[in-house]
């Protein structure tokens, strides 16, 4: 009797022990790796920037005179550079200043004087100041300030090469918005109407020198990197 009592209970011990074992089988969980996160970039609109850009723009060069044919539509690209500084005036409000000068083929021709002119902006430049309202990842600001503005007329008719050129200065205004790429690296899409009243041009002897009024319509993009 206690023989088949002994066998009795260890068959009843290990029967309980596959069990439990089948039971911590199924209860296994199977690893699984973190997922991980890139950190969104600290927004921080204060400091001082380095920028590149480049952009088209349409405009009108104006002869202020009465004759015909002489204003231009000028169309073409631009490329520049541009530093500046941020900071806050508010808990939100950004103030700033910045600077920019660029490389320009905004130009156009056609007939004046019984013969032909072209019309070309060769480089442009600004100091603006900045209105920004810190939104987290954007900064959607407003501009506005001075610029100047160097431009080329050449003409076919009288001796060869008839050429003048002037330098405008002018005001300049616009909007854009700012957006955060990484904690140094911004990226920057801007709109500016700018209006240089007019300059005269003198030409080599010839004819009436001209005056001549610019505007223009720009849209830019580019990058800035925050130095400090």
Known sequence: MRKFLKVTTLSAVAALMGSSAVMAADMVVPYVAPTTYA???????????????????????????????????????????????????????????????????????????????????????????VLGYDAGMFMPYLTGGVALASATRTSSVGPQPNTASATHFGYTVGAGVEMAATDDLVVDLQYRYTMYPGQVYVWSGVGVDPTIAMSTHTVSAGLKWQIN
């Open 39 to 129: 950190p969104a970039p600290v927004t921080n609109w204060d400091g001082i920037f380095v920028g590149v850009f480049g952009g088209g723009g349409v405009g009108v060069a104006d002869h202020t005179s009465l004759v015909p044919g002489n204003d231009f539509s000028l169309m073409g690209m631009l490329v520049g550079v541009s530093i500046g500084a941020n900071m806050y005036l508010s808990d939100q409000v950004v103030g700033g200043v910045e600077a920019d000068i660029a490389w320009a083929n905004l130009t156009g021709s056609g007939p004046a004087g019984g013969g032909t002119s072209t019309h070309t902006i060769n480089w442009t430049g600004s100091l603006r100041g």
